[in-house]
């Protein structure tokens, strides 16, 4: 079974721009998460979605928004872009199993802003 | 609220001498463990995950950690570095949501670097 992807994996914007980031979660999860990872702050939960409605959301402001489509697929929108969003964007899907849910993570999208 | 502490911000060991990463968890409920691995430049790998079926949980790549309530703790440990385990490892800790039985939200530890040295 195909792994998490994430599209694309290296990004350079500048300040004051939008950037768009898409995971594609493994076939037959229907829940996907975003968190973002940087030096100073670890890694931070962004928010989840499951069947297209968000279903829990972390400590980011507004600027961070995301989606989900009927068939899993996730994207998520920063705006207005600072150079403190530069990071690490990691997307995870997972499915609830017998013991529980997990989580598993895709390769990240690593996003530099100017 | 949840929480997680690693108890050690890096640790360097010899290969073939055994590995010791700490963990200490805050959990309001029942709570899921995890603990992840990440190599350079890339992305989070699952080693392990506790979920209240055995408190000693066997995990991939020879690790495996000892579910301690008493303690909250949740220690990685393996008998035997390689090379290859040099990496970041973060201890994860998940909430089980009363209401569905289902953990979504993930709260990590700030990351332990393993440095093996021959």
């Known amino acids: 079974k195909a792994g998490v992807t994430q599209t694309p994996r290296y990004l350079i914007k500048t300040r004051g721009q939008q950037v768009t980031l898409s995971c594609s979660p493994i076939s037959g999860h229907r829940s996907v998460s975003w968190y973002q990872q940087t030096p100073g702050q670890g890694l931070q939960f962004l928010f989840e979605y499951f069947s297209e409605t968000q279903r829990n959301k972390g400590n980011f402001p507004g600027r961070f928004s995301g989606r989900q489509f009927s068939n899993s697929r996730s994207e998520m929108n920063v705006s207005t872009l600072e150079l403190g969003d530069s990071a690490l964007y990691l997307c995870?899907?997972?499915?609830?199993?017998?013991?529980?849910?997990?989580?598993?993570f895709g390769p990240g999208t690593r996003l530099l802003v100017l | 609220a949840q929480s997680v502490t690693q108890l050690d911000s890096h640790v360097s060991v010899s290969e073939g001498t055994p590995v010791l990463l700490r963990c200490n968890y805050s959990?309001?409920?029942?709570?899921?463990l995890f603990w992840y691995v990440q190599h350079p430049n890339k992305g989070l790998q699952l080693l392990l995950k506790y979920t209240s079926a055995a408190t000693l949980v066997k995990g991939i790549n020879g690790f495996e950690a000892e579910f301690k309530k008493s303690e909250t703790s949740f220690h990685l440990t393996k008998p035997s570095a390689h090379m290859s385990d040099a990496a970041e490892y973060f201890c994860?800790?998940?909430?089980?949501?009363?209401?569905?039985?289902?953990?979504?939200?993930?709260?990590f530890g700030t990351g332990t670097r393993l440095q093996v040295t021959l």
């Open positions: 959990s309001s409920y029942s709570p899921s």
């Open positions: 994860v800790v998940s909430d089980t949501l009363i209401n569905t039985g289902t953990a979504s939200k993930l709260t």
């Open positions: 995870a899907s997972s499915i609830l199993a017998g013991d529980g849910e997990t989580q598993y």
